[in-house]
């Protein structure tokens, strides 16, 4: 059994920054990936960025190169997503996932753990 849980969601104005956290408790991860997944309304959910925990290597979408930055923090069992300038087509509810392999992969379906989603909301 896994849980996850997301924070850090909010209302923010274009160009500002948010850090979404995801807390994952239940067992213990190590040569695993965690990704942040977001869909926004009328849309299909989309991959955003990967972490393989071991390594920190890190893999991102072409819309969030140079703006996201993933981390994560291994004694708290802990994914980030630093989200800066960001803009209204950022608006979604993100959602943070465990793939249980030892290499990132970015389908939604290598994601057998997901979080309930916090709400991302950016002002134009």
């Known amino acids: 059994q896994v849980q996850l849980v997301e924070s850090g969601g909010g209302l923010v104005q274009a160009g500002g920054s948010l850090r979404l956290s995801c807390a994952v408790s239940?067992?213990?991860?190590?040569?695993?990936?965690m990704g942040w997944f977001r869909q926004a309304p009328g849309k299909e959910r989309e991959f955003v960025a990967a972490?393989?925990?071991?390594?920190?290597?890190?893999a991102y979408a072409d819309s969030v190169k140079g703006r996201f930055t993933i981390s994560r923090d291994n004694a708290k069992n802990t994914v980030y997503l630093q989200m800066n300038t960001l803009k209204p087509e950022d608006t979604a509810v993100y959602y943070c996932?465990?793939?249980?392999?030892?290499?990132?992969?970015?389908?939604?379906?290598?994601?057998?753990?997901w979080g309930q989603g916090t709400q991302v909301t950016v002002s134009s």
């Open positions: 239940g067992r213990t991860f190590r040569s695993y990936a």
């Open positions: 972490v393989r925990w071991s390594t920190g290597t890190t």
């Open positions: 996932a465990v793939n249980p392999r030892d290499y990132i992969v970015k389908a939604q379906s290598a994601y057998d753990y």
